[in-house]
Structure formats: structure tokens, C-alpha cells
């Protein structure tokens, strides 16, 4: 999810391009970089490696003067995140420049196809394909005599060769009023100034210089000049567009209007389920090119190892690998499974669960496993991070940064991975069969649409949190693959909003923590269909027995569950094994809106830290 400006009018492009750049680094910063068409007539590209900062001490007051230019702030998804990698590209000759947000599935044959025409890459990333791409129709273009300017036909011909999702900025050194941009299922929008014009990922990195905007459709290339823009589809056919207004101020614009990174990743989190399973999916069957080179026919057993919501994203992956692909699971919290000795060896798979991938409790863990001799597979958010070093296999969430210090969407994206590898070591022991696999990958396609649909009850969940907002004290019961949402609602709750709150296994719930129930202790129980609803039905009974509150969260359409409740958060219908992907979503919401009722810091919950790395 990386942020892209671009401009060209008659200012000097540079500060410009900055400026814009600052207001998207939530979006990434593995790397930023800039490309400017000089007045030399030349490309010049600034880039470096870490936080934009980097690179505006770098420029200083300088920089490379000219009156078009694109710049970007890397997420990185594939390729380290070093100063090679870091965009803008550019082609063989230094003609063509771009900058790109998004993943390029099929890079890896037409990396294969531009080689053997003779192009030659620097870079280990998806996006300098599109470089060469673009040069290469250019190329043909111009010996075909196409009239001027060319880069916009040769952008929507090379694209119309690639797979995968995408926004692009790109300029030609050969025409110096023309910035091309395109989309598909990556954001990019168009500026409208007078006498000059913009791209941007979001609306932040343009509305200092102008209040009009209009949005890319998806498949839609843009060519924009100082004084014009012109918007074609790839098949080529030009279209029309109104122009919007921008009404947001500047200072809630970096967090997309929303008031807190939380609630916005909260709200991210369909299209981050889109991006986890981008490239992943081959129509009805499950593609993992990430651990295709693996062998698994020794794996005995699976060991599963992390912290904090990852563990209990971990705790879910056990249930599914069980159930699926047959196999012994352990999930341990990475702090303690290091300082026993555990039975791990070459027959093992440890799976390494870190969105940061630098959590020290679980790369000592990570270390432990390796010198064991086990298969290390890492599930993490961040490339080139230190658990994707020394993996046999590393799966990236692909959810974009979140920068709300507690996790949300890494969480859902964790469940998604862990869900794929079950149904990839299913189908390798054969132990479901390509149907069953298709009826689970149907499924997950539509999970997207069911969060959106949790989402829109958000101002009812909030009503009701509001009310809760005053109590001491939570319990959240769950059973099966309903309990570790119990333990990570509970988690959210009380990171957030610093009100006590503990996850039980319903049937635990008798065994010592209900002698805490009394009149009006507020019990969620999450209860969506499954073979222990009933089960789980009489452990709300106990609760009510005490006269405590009872906040379910049922599947829509279950009227018993509302007679047996306070209140209930209803959730989309899905298969049990799929249902804590949604469970979760309605708690997250809770959790917020108290933690913003009590006043608390939602980004920044005290003592906490996005990544631990002490141990
Ligand atoms: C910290 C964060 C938690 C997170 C845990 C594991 O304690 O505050 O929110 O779940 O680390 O983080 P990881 O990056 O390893 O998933």
C-alpha cells in the first residue's frame, strides 16, 4: 500500500512532490523517492531506503529542478526494502520513469520475457517490469509512426499484459508535459488544477493546491498535461468524468477522514482480505508459489509460535490445520516456548506468526526452531523484516502498514494465511478434496463484502459500547474456534481501552472465574453457528443465572440467541471454520468506541509498542 504523487504545470515540481509525499507516509515507509524532469532535459531520481525524512534531508533545500516529476513511499511487497528497490524505476535508457502502488502477479514471466528481449534489470521488485514493459511498447509504437504523445498508449498496451493490481505514475523523458497514470484495485486520483495537474494515492497529497478531484476507475488510464486530462479505459475507449470537491480539512485527511489509524484500519480490513488472498487464489483451488519449493512429506507435526494476537491468530490456525490437513498442532506463546525444551526436530513445520516480524520473544523462538533442524515458515506483515531472514518459507500479509499500535487488520489477514496454509497442507495430504477446497475458497472470496456488512452497524455497536463504557469489568466466552476471539476481543478491550476484560472457553467458565459474575458483569459470548452453539447456549444460561448482562455475537437470522441477551452484534452467515474472521470485527468496533468514551489514546495505548523487540 504505497503512496504515489505526481505533477506537472509550471512550479518547480520537487517541493511539490515533498510535500504531497509527507501526507502519505502512512501509507509506507520502507523507502521514498522522487523522479523530476530536469532542465537539462534529463530524469534525475533522488531515492532512499527508511522514512521519507531520510530523503528530504537528503534534498535539503535542493533537489532536482523541473516542472514534471512523480514521487512515492514504499510498502514494500516484494524485494528488500533497501535504496535498489526503493521506486521511482526506471527503463534501460533512463527514458521511461514510473512509480507504482501494488502487487504485479505475473511478474515473474514477463521479468522472463523482457530478459531474453534484452532488457536488464537492477532491482529485485514487481514494478520495474512495468518499466521495461513500457519502453518496449513504447518502442513499437514509435516505429510505428504513432502520433505524439506516445507513453499513454504505450502504458495502456503494457498493461493490458499484466495481471495483478495496480496504481501507476509514469513520465517520459521525450514528452515533458505529459504524466500518465492508471489503475486497477490500487487507489489513484487526479488533481484538477488551473494550469497544472496532480496524481495522488489519496486526497491529503493534493488538497494544498486544489479542491477538485476526480477518481480513476479501475482499468482506466489517464494522461494529464498542464491545461488537460484524458481518461481512456485498456481497451482504449475515452471516457467522461465529473469532477468532485474536497471537503475534508488537512489535518484529518492522513487518516482518510477518520478520526483515529484504529478505526481506519478497522475499516481497511476488506479490502486487506482482498490483498491477502491476491495472487494466492488460482479460480477454485489454492496457488502458494511461497512454499512450493518445500517439501512436506516428513512433517509429522506443526508448531505454532507468537505473541499477543498473533498467538491467538495462532490459536485459530491450530483448530483449521487439525481439522483440515490432519495434523498435530501446539500453539505456543513464543516468551515460554523457549525456555523449555521443546520436541522439535526435522519432522516438525514451525510456523512463525509476527505481523512486525521483529518481535524478540518470537525471532529467539524462530532461532530455536532453526537450530532444531525444523521447516520454518514465517506469516508476517513487513518485507525484508528480520523473521523473513533464514525462513524456509515466508508468506506476507499484504495488508499495508498499520500504524494503530494494536492490531486489527494484521489480525483478520493473519487468519486468511493461516487459513490458505491449512487448505495447501490439506490438499497435499489429501485429505480434502479439490471441492471441498473450492467450497472453502468460494467462501473466502465473500468474506470482503460480509465485513463491509458488520461494518455498517458500526453506529449501533458504538450506541451500545457508549452505554458499556462506565464498567469495570469484562468476560468474553467462546468455544471451539469461538474462543480464541473470545481471548482476542478481550485482548482489544483491554489494550485500547485499559477496562479489565478476560477470554474464557465457555465450558471453563464454571471451573472458577463465573464466582465474579453478579448483578449486571457484562458477559460477551460469541456464538455464531456451529456444533457447540447449543453448548455454548447453556454456558449463557449460567451467566444469566447470576443476573449478569449478557452482549452476544450470533449469526443474523438467530432470534433465540436475542431472548437469551442483552444485546446482540449480528455477523453475516459462513462456515463455522471461516467465522472468526467475522466474530472479531463487531468487538474491534466495541473496543474502540469505549476506549474513545473513557477518553484513552486509541493510536498510542500507553505501555504498549507496535513491535517489542526486548525480550
Ligand atoms: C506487541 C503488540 C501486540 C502484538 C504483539 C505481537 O505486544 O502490542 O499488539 O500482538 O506485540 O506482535 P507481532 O508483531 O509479533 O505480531
Known sequence: MCGIVGYVGPRFATPILLDGLRRLEYRGYDSAG??????????????????????????????PAGFLGLGHTRWATHGLPNETNAHPHADCERKIVLVHNGIIENHTELRKELLSSGHEFVSQTDTEVLAHLFEEEYGRLAEEGHEDPILPEAVRCGLRKVRGAYAVAAFCRDEPHVLVGARLFSPLIVGLGHGENFLASDIPAVMRHTRRALVLDDGEVVALTPVGVIIRTLEGEEMQREPFQISWNLQSAEKGGFPHFYLKEVHEQPEAIINALRGR???????LSEW???????????????????????LVGRLLMEKWA????????????????????????????????????????????REKGA????????????????????????????????????????????????????????????????????????????????LEQEEAIAEVARRYADRQGFFFIGRNLAYPTALEGALKLKEISYVHAEGYAGGELKHGPIAMLDSGFPVFAIVPQSDTYEKLLSNIQEVRARRADVLSVATVGDEVIATHSEEVFYIPETREDLSPILAIVPLQLFAYYVAVARGCDVDQPRNLAKSVTVE
Open 292 to 314: 512450493s519449493h518445500l517439501n512436506f512429506d516428513r512433517v509429522e507435526r506443526v508448531a505454532v509460535v507468537a505473541c499477543g494476537t498473533s498467538y491467538y491468530a495462532g
Open 281 to 287: 487464489l488460482d479460480g477454485r483451488r489454492v496457488n
Open 326 to 369: 490432519g495434523l498435530p498442532v501446539d500453539v505456543e506463546v513464543a516468551s515460554e516456548f523457549r525456555y523449555r525444551d521443546p520436541l522439535i526436530d526435522d519432522k516438525t513445520l514451525v510456523v512463525i506468526i509476527t505481523q512486525s516480524g521483529e518481535t524478540a520473544d518470537t525471532m529467539a523462538a524462530f532461532r530455536l526452531a
Open 34 to 63: 522522487i523522479a523530476v524532469l530536469n532542465l537539462e532535459g534529463e530524469i534525475q531520481i533522488e531515492k532512499t531506503e527508511g522514512k521519507l525524512q531520510k530523503l528530504l534531508d537528503a534534498v535539503g533545500d535542493g533537489g
Open 375 to 454: 521447516t520454518t515458515v514465517a506469516i508476517t506483515n513487513v518485507v525484508g523484516s528480520s523473521v523473513t531472514r533464514g525462513a524456509d518459507a515466508t508468506f506476507y500479509l499484504q495488508a499495508g502498514p498499520e500504524i494503530g499500535v494494536v492490531a486489527t487488520k494484521t489480525y483478520l489477514t493473519e487468519l486468511v494465511v493461516l487459513c490458505l496454509l491449512a487448505l495447501d497442507l490439506a490438499r497435499g495430504r489429501s485429505r480434502l478434496s479439490d471441492e471441498e477446497i473450492a467450497e472453502v475458497v468460494s467462501e473466502l472470496r465473500g468474506l470482503p463484502s460480509k465485513v463491509e456488512a458488520i
